[in-house]
């Protein structure tokens, strides 16, 4: 499995967790027993910010290979001169 498709992968797993710690925090937030504990209000933040790095690697991704393929030392098939008659 390729590093992309690898991170791919964890990014819609992490953002499943990260879902599930939101609804958790709302749940605990709607008990109204007072102020739930840090580590309930608190949990959120550690897949919130996997999920950033994650999805900015992601956002990047495509740029990344345009330029790769742009700056290759590969000629395409437009780019080859003509031959003389």
């Known amino acids: 499995m390729s ?9 819609r797993w992490v953002s499943i967790a ?3 710690t939101v609804i958790a925090n709302f749940a605990a937030m709607a008990q109204g027993s007072g102020v739930p504990p840090p580590w309930i209000t ?3 933040l550690l897949p919130l910010a996997l999920l950033l790095f994650s999805g900015l690697y992601l956002f990047a ?3 990344f290979g345009r330029y790769s393929s742009r700056h290759s030392s590969q000629r395409s098939v437009g780019d080859q001169e003509a031959p003389l008659a």
């Open 3 to 11: 590093t992309s498709s690898w991170i791919r992968r964890s990014h």
């Open 18 to 20: 990260f879902t599930l």
């Open 42 to 44: 608190y949990a959120p």
């Open 61 to 63: 991704l495509p740029y």
